[in-house]
């Protein structure tokens, strides 16, 4: 055999393998030997037909499995001979594989780039205090009072706060918005909807609760909206400014239930100190949810920035389309057109390739951590995960059980996955921590 090693790239390497004829003809007579040891033919027991009939019988097959296994064998001697840490095989090909003849390979693979790891005990992670204020405490009982709200017809104008009834017509530069954007007709005229006046959540319509203060039930009025140059759930509107005919139809004031017995045994506490203590344990658990979120963060980013080295494109390639999917899936829930993706078909693509060759940096680091640390994936991390699984997909831990069973690929990703959270785990473990104090 001969094998010669060429540089496509820092990480990317094609082996030139040539096996002699020798080495060709010993893998068809392993394979024919051991067709005949299983062969069925009529008048001859299990393994006693000749070579030469099992041969000529099973010829495509013998073939077929011949030339995969010349393959595997040019592909496993070479790596034995040059002792490449292979991540991907990118691409073989084949020479004419017979019996008789020297066989030629062409294998090309992306290896795991070299590097030395850096100091990664000790990194920097900066979080904010996780003991709640009174000022947030109050916040959360408020808002579950808000969540309880009734809404009360009110005679009064409207103010902060209410619930204003009304139809609307919008037109830009006096063209209906129903013909411009004849698809999305909520945007173009209601006979009845409810906007919350100058609140925190708006309506289908941008700034609209905004220029509902003052306004009585019976008023008509116009109200301009400008929509913001990017306006993902109608683009025909983007940049647009649009005049809307609205009228009112009815006003409700929020009236919050008062802080009695009632709500707080609606809110498992016996008086305000106990529904205190409680939103303050759960404000506090919340905190160290995030702030270890923050931590996993900031770690990964200091490590990042430690080492530089060449990513595999393969890697790359792989963890670009799973980043699209993950982003193309959240935005279609939220609602942005699949025209949309189109037109910034290449900015996104531009934008999930920069966020995937971070990924697979990292997860390179990571790793070479593992391996350094011995960190391990034990049956009860393979356990939590299926756990979790189920819980997420409402599937039976059993069919997710049977899946990881079936598909070895798999397995490997999901076992890798949990590598790589262990080791982020354990660089937090060893992470410094500062508080950041809240302002006065």
Not at 56 to 63: D, P, Q, S, V, Y
Not at 159 to 177: M, N, R, S
């Amino acid at each position: 055999m001969n094998v010669q090693l060429n540089n496509v790239s820092d990480t990317r390497k094609s082996l030139a393998v040539t096996l002699d004829p020798s080495e060709v003809d010993a893998v068809h007579q392993e394979v024919v030997a051991e067709y005949t040891r299983l062969a069925r033919l009529p008048g001859f027991r299990p393994g006693k037909a000749p070579a030469a009939m099992v041969a000529k019988r099973f010829a495509k097959e013998i073939n077929e499995e011949f030339k995969q296994k010349v393959v595997a064998k040019a592909y496993r001697d070479a790596l034995t001979e040059q002792k490449l840490d292979v991540l991907n095989v990118v691409n073989v090909e084949e020479g004419e594989l017979k019996p008789g003849l020297s066989a030629g390979i062409t294998i090309t693979l992306d290896i795991r780039p070299e590097f030395t790891l850096p100091d990664y005990n000790g990194l920097p992670t900066e979080v904010p205090a996780v003991e709640p204020t009174d000022a947030e405490v109050d916040a959360v009982i408020e808002q579950l009072r808000a969540e309880r709200a009734e809404f009360k017809v009110a005679e009064r104008p409207a103010e902060k706060g209410d619930y204003v009834k009304l139809a609307y017509e919008g037109k830009v530069d006096g063209q209906p918005i129903t013909e411009l954007a004849p698809d999305k007709q909520l945007y173009g005229k209601v006979p009845q909807t409810w906007e919350e006046v100058e609140g925190a959540n708006e309506g289908v319509i941008p700034g609209l609760g905004q220029q509902l203060a003052g306004v009585k039930p019976g008023d008509k009025k116009d109200v301009t909206i400008n929509f913001p140059a990017e306006f993902a759930p109608v683009p025909a509107l983007a940049g647009k400014t649009a005049v809307y005919a609205i009228e009112i139809q009815e006003i409700r004031s929020r009236v919050l239930p008062p802080l009695d017995e009632d709500f707080f045994k609606a809110n498992r506490a016996e008086n305000l100190e106990g529904l205190k203590a409680s939103v303050r344990n759960n404000l506090k658990l919340q905190k160290e949810y995030q702030n270890r979120a923050e931590q996993r963060r900031q770690v990964s980013d200091a490590l990042a920035a430690k080492v530089d080295f060449p990513v595999p494109d393969s890697l790359v390639e792989a963890e670009t389309q799973s980043v699209l999917r993950q982003f193309i899936e959240e935005n279609m829930r939220r609602g942005v057109p699949q025209e949309q993706f189109e037109k910034d078909k290449n900015e996104l693509f531009e934008s999930a390739r920069k966020a995937a060759a971070k990924r697979v940096k990292l997860q390179l680091i990571l790793a070479k951590i593992a391996e350094a640390e011995k960190i391990q994936v034990s049956e009860q991390d393979i356990d939590q995960f299926i756990y979790r699984e189920a819980m997420r997909s409402q599937q039976k831990p059993d069919k997710i059980v049977k899946a990881l069973t079936a598909d070895r690929d798999q397995l490997r990703a999901v076992q890798q996955s949990i590598i790589f959270d262990k080791a982020v785990d354990f660089l937090v473990s060893k992470a410094t921590v500062s508080t950041i104090q809240p302002k006065a």
